[in-house]
């Protein structure tokens, strides 16, 4: 499994084609586990954090005092949900190998890691709130997780591309 999750390393056996393919689900599964550690920070520590921001945001403008505990709530659930559907389909990507979620997912990595370049650079700018700002260790985490995730992807698209040819190729001899 080592040698398949190398974005460089040559295929040409259905097997190594699977494995590559089945990289993406891996990366899929990181992408999980670190969803849940961003639940569990706003479970705990990032509601407060929130509430700050939404404080801080309501003494400039005060009619959104009502909305601060269903932003909290929505976040919560909104990103439950994300977790529950990265989820299944990395279960989908492990049992049946296919090209369209590792494509999907490479560019959705791709976005998340201009879009996490760009809030740190607008970090500190007026009008956006101190409180609000990601810590800096979910910051720097994401970027590696990202990083990761978008290598095995590329992997995951390499495995899917050359599966489909293989089998391709074994169906054109029959």
Same mark, same amino acid.
């Given at each position: 499994?080592? %040698?398949? =999750?190398?974005?460089?390393? +040559? ?10 393919? %089945? ?8 992408? $999980? ?5 961003? *639940? ?19 003494? &400039? ?7 601060? @505990? ?5 976040? =919560?659930?909104?990103? $439950?949900?994300?977790?529950? *559907? &990265?989820? *299944?389909?990395?279960?989908? &990507? ?7 979620? +590792?494509?999907?997912?490479?560019? =959705?990595?791709?976005? @998340?890691? $201009?879009?996490?370049? =760009?809030?740190?650079?607008?970090? @500190?700018?007026? @009008?956006? +709130?101190e409180a609000a700002q990601t +810590? ?7 970027? *590696?997780?990202?990083? $990761? ?17 293989? %089998? ?7």
């Open positions: 499994m080592k %040698r398949a =999750l190398n974005p460089t390393a +040559p295929i040409t056996t259905e097997s190594e084609a699977i494995a590559a393919a %089945r990289a993406s689900a891996v990366a899929i599964f990181l992408g $999980v586990l670190w969803g849940v550690v961003g *639940i569990i920070y706003l479970m705990t520590a990032g509601q407060a954090v929130m509430e700050a921001a939404v404080a801080q945001a309501t003494a &400039q403008t005060p009619e959104t005092a009502g909305m601060a @505990g269903m932003m909290a709530q929505t976040a =919560l659930w909104m990103s $439950v949900g994300l977790v529950v *559907i &990265q989820a *299944i389909l990395g279960f989908f &990507q492990w049992s049946k190998p296919n090209i369209v979620i +590792p494509i999907i997912f490479a560019i =959705l990595v791709a976005f @998340g890691l $201009v879009s996490g370049v =760009l809030s740190m650079a607008m970090a @500190g700018q007026a @009008g956006i +709130p +810590p800096a260790w979910q910051l720097w985490g994401s970027f *590696i997780v990202m990083a $990761v995730e978008l290598l095995l992807h590329i992997t995951g698209i390499r495995g899917a591309s050359k599966l489909d040819k293989l %089998r391709m190729a074994a169906a054109q001899t029959y």
